[in-house]
């Protein structure tokens, strides 16, 4: 048996590798093969360990019950209306944050990487590093896509009335974007924390005042002026109005750029922070 | 499979055995691994300060030393996975700062920590990274079947890595360094924390590499490892390498063996010691006082120079209240070689110190 592997080792030894390129480059195919064997993990990993799907399926269902039935009654008189209002004004809130969660699962997703050793073998491997990066994003995405879907079915079962089919997917994509931004911001913290649980933590406390100090649950009119004033420069304010306005009707342009201008600043503050983390992390 | 004795100390059959890679092919035997003064600080630390290695192709290169010696950081080094404050190193003829993405191809890693995908399958795990070296397909699947029989893994295949025990996690890990076919091997102190009899299994497939053709870069703290697996030795201390040869040349530094004697009354150790000294057996290397046990510690070469100590020591009418011999630990080296112990105390000695009883 040693003899049969010492033959075909020595005579595949040049063979083994084939894409190999004399200055090291890696072709765009390699790439994304590299990229699909990493997605591949990522959703071994959710088959392995499906309740790791919990959150994604849990938390619109929960979220959308709790506020439409809670709050539902007493905030949706202040929008003029009842329950059904406020209805129209919440699945646009929570539709907006699930880009937040996508981000916040790229960063803890890093984190375990970094912490078992996984990320030293992928780094001696003569990958891009952008394909681990690539890989997650994707997992995430779809994530944050069925969690969106079963909001949708939710929202629709308590009343939320799709009206404006282009504008929904437009509220989604932009979602999207705001959460690839934050995205940065999670992944410095994935590299610097000693732990997953740190970097959820961390993140919750970042964004929960955020979260809750905007216009995503609750109209902003009937808060101290303090907090009205924090509420206006906040992002995920921009955000949440974006998407109701595309998704049920309304002003959108300005929200809409407000939101853009905020993706793109912290995409350019948080990118190379993050990166140059990424690559000097021993 | 033949085991070979762990308990033979001193003999240098295992080394002869390490040497059959050297001859491999009709190749030039060149430098697989070569580091000229290499430096990484780390703010005011000194992990590395100055590093000189070279590795021949094909051969087994044991770097020895106690933890915080600077040995992780060499191999991580090595492996593109950290950049060098300065100097110079090659992997198989690719500059490790210059040309990192080249060098990944022709080298594998197993770290000290398993670094296999636990939430994977084994199977999973190996068929993933032949996708990261771009094997087609079919030949990722081939390879992943091939290496799991190979490593005696094939059972358990479709199970999560997380349900492997230590030795099967640390195979799986050399399976996985081994799926690009590397030509240069970094084994990262590949038996720290596994118990005897995994050990021996993991030095087995080690030899079975090396039987391949691979040349293999070796970290351990422990002498019998590196006399176990390795054809030469570089010891390291500090982030600066103390002593460096091939194995036998470095056991005739050391003793191959050491002559561990406790004199019934510790007063007589110190006249014993000059006594000894002054004999002039030949070729005997310089005796050293453990006072703390106190014991006497005679390196010995040959069976001829141990007969020889045991002889005066009756001649000078010593009563003793014991006597071995010992594999001479990390610790040992390190006092033979530097006069000093290792920087960094050992928690794990007796790995090293299988006593062997001696008739007398």
Redesign the interface.
């Known amino acids: 048996m040693s003899a049969a592997t010492t033959a075909t080792t020595t005579t595949a030894a040049v063979t083994a590798v084939t894409d190999v390129r004399a200055d090291g480059h890696i072709p765009l195919r390699s790439h994304l093969r590299h990229t699909g064997a990493l997605i591949r993990r990522n959703l071994l990993w959710i088959r392995q360990d499906p309740e790791s799907m919990f959150d994604a399926v849990l938390f619109p269902v929960v979220f959308t019950l709790l506020f439409v039935y809670v709050f539902g009654g007493s905030i949706g008189q202040s929008l003029g209306g009842g329950q059904e209002a406020y209805v129209q004004y919440i699945v646009p809130g929570l539709m907006a944050m699930m880009g937040m969660n996508m981000a916040q699962g790229v960063g803890t997703g890093f984190n375990q990487d970094f912490n078992t050793g996984v990320m030293d073998r992928f780094r001696s491997l003569p990958i891009g590093r952008g394909s681990v990066l690539f890989a997650k994003i994707s997992v995430e995405m779809m994530r944050m896509l069925i969690a969106t879907a079963i909001l949708m079915i939710v929202g629709v079962l308590v009343g939320f009335d799709i009206t404006d089919w282009p504008g929904l997917l437009a509220a989604v994509g932009l979602s999207a974007v705001f959460g690839s931004a934050l995205m940065w911001v999670f992944l410095t913290l994935g590299v610097v924390m000693k732990n997953a649980q740190s970097v959820q933590a961390m993140g919750f406390l970042v964004l929960m005042p955020l979260q809750f100090g905007s216009s995503i649950f609750a109209p902003p009119q009937s808060m101290p002026g303090w907090l009205r004033t924090f509420t206006e420069y906040n992002p995920l304010s921009a955000l949440a109005d974006a998407a109701r306005g595309l998704m049920v009707g309304g002003p959108v342009a300005h929200d809409l750029w407000m939101t853009l201008a905020w993706s793109v600043g912290i995409t350019a503050v948080m990118a190379p922070v993050a990166i140059h983390k990424f690559r000097t992390k021993t | 499979m033949s085991v070979v004795c762990r308990w033979s100390v001193g003999g240098l059959s295992v080394g002869a055995e390490s040497v059959v890679g050297m001859t ?2 009709d190749k030039e035997p060149g430098s697989a691994v070569s580091v000229r003064g290499l430096v990484k600080h780390y703010g005011e630390t000194k992990a590395l300060d100055g590093v000189d290695l070279e590795v021949r192709e094909g051969t087994v290169m044991g770097v020895l030393g106690p933890n915080g010696a600077g040995k992780t950081t060499l191999v ?1 080094i090595l ?4 950049a060098p404050t300065a100097g110079h190193a090659t992997v198989a003829g690719y500059d490790v700062v210059r ?4 060098l ?2 022709v ?1 594998g ?1 197993t ?1 000290q ?9 084994g199977w ?1 795990n190996l068929y ?2 032949g ?6 397909r079919k030949e990722a699947r081939a390879r992943a079947d091939e290496l799991l029989e ?1 490593f005696s893994l094939t059972e358990a295949a479709r199970r ?1 890595a997380a349900t492997y025990s230590g030795g099967m996690r640390r195979r799986l890990d050399l399976a ?1 360094s081994m799926i ?2 590397p ?1 240069v091997l970094f084994l990262d102190e590949p038996t720290t924390g596994l118990d005897p009899r995994t050990r021996n299994e993991v030095w087995e497939e080690v030899r ?1 590499l090396v ?3 691979v040349t293999v870069l070796l970290t351990t703290q422990y002498m019998e490892e590196a006399e176990q697996l390795a054809s030469e030795l570089t010891v390291v201390d500090r982030g600066q390498v103390i002593a460096s040869g091939r194995i036998e040349q470095l056991k005739a530094k050391v003793g191959g063996r050491t002559l561990r004697i406790r004199p019934a009354d510790p007063l007589r150790l110190r006249p014993l010691a000059e006594a000894l000294d002054a004999l002039g057996i030949t070729g005997l290397a310089t005796t050293a006082v453990d006072s703390e046990r106190g014991s006497l510690l005679v390196p010995v070469l040959s069976d001829e120079q141990l007969t020889a100590v045991v002889g005066a020591v009756t001649a000078h009418g010593i009563t003793l209240s014991a006597i071995s011999t010992e594999l001479p630990s990390l610790d040992e080296v390190f006092l033979s070689l530097t006069g000093h112990r290792a920087s960094a105390p050992q928690d794990a000695p007796a790995a090293d110190a299988h006593e062997e009883a001696v008739a007398v």
Not at chain 2, 79 to 82: D, E, F, G, I, N
Not at chain 2, 113 to 119: G, I, L, N, P, T
Request: aromatic fraction near 2%; glycine fraction near 10%; proline fraction near 9%.
């Open positions: 491999r092919n991580r492996s593109t996975l950290l040309e990192p993405r080249q990944r191809r080298i890693l770290g920590y398993a670094s296999v995908d636990e939430k994977l399958p999973e993933m990274i996708r990261l070296l771009d094997l087609p190979r999560p996985a690009g076919r030509s079975r039987g391949d053709g």
